[in-house]
């Protein structure tokens, strides 16, 4: 996620893997791992900007995502993004092409 003080949030990368972040500097400022109330803490900080479309993902997708996904860790307690397979709604979502 894309964010710096006073700059909107405006770019999410939702993923479940072990990754090393290498941002190209020319595109993204800062980037910050957050648990899901701290997520929800930050849209209640006025300090804190998001762009209109990064709000409505949030509200319609990311936070029922991110509760389906918890509820179906394995065994070994990671987290499979791919499990989300059949009961995502993908009527509501807008592609850009």
Known sequence: MGRTRGTPVDYILFLTADVT?????NEIRDYKY????ELQAM?????????????LIARDFLFGWW????????ADGKVHAK??????????VVKMV
């Open 21 to 25: 972040v290498e941002p190209n500097l």
């Open 43 to 55: 849209f209640e900080d006025p300090a804190n900007s998001f762009t209109p479309w990064f709000k």
């Open 67 to 74: 509760d389906e996904l918890v509820k179906r860790k394995d």
């Open 83 to 92: 499990s989300l397979a059949g009961i995502v709604d993908g009527s509501k």
């Open 34 to 37: 957050v648990d899901k109330s």
